[in-house]
């Protein structure tokens, strides 16, 4: 939820703690721990699995392949499980008019540069870009359009906003940084 007062705006900014990727990295999980303990029941000679029967696989060369698929399928669940862990991408956006300061938070993976703050004058801000791109997967995005540099996305590229919500976030962000809006 947006904080706004005459002097100040914070938009929070959604990171990787997001429904589809929590379904993603179940999904991937319970894949790759299937594919592994088919695998593993196979060389034991154990029925780890109730509906399959280790008698059906055998262990040289499908289960090595599929406890294979059960160690690759570790390695894109793990990265989910930790991107949503450290909740990169979050952050905020704070334009504070008493400074004259714009300041673009985010959070990064762990290490030297896991914050990641960004700083601009206001006097430096030229407009708001609406970026539109209609397709199988919509691209909505707010960009900063800042002089001198390129223009700094404002939202997420995944975020889904209707062009109605887009367009009012826009507009109150011109009216509060008084510039205007350029759009597709």
Known sequence: MNWQSEWLRIEPITGSRRISNFCWACIISLGALGFFSVGISSYFGKDLIPLLSSQQIVFVPQGIVMCFYGIAGSFPSSYLWFTILWNVGSGYNRFDKRKGIICLF??????????????????????????????????RVLHMRV??????????????????????????????????????
């Not at 030297?112 to 004058?121: G, P, T, V």
């Open 106 to 139: 985010r959070w990064g993976f762990p290490g030297e540069n896991r914050r990641i703050r960004i700083r601009f004058s206001m006097k430096d801000i030229q407009a708001i870009r609406m970026e539109v791109r209609e397709a199988i997967y919509p691209r």
């Open 147 to 184: 002089k001198g540099q390129q223009d700094v996305p404002l939202t997420r590229i995944s975020e889904n906003l209707t062009l109605r919500e887009m367009e009012e976030k826009a507009a109150e962000l011109a009216r509060f940084l008084h510039v205007s809006i350029e759009g597709p």
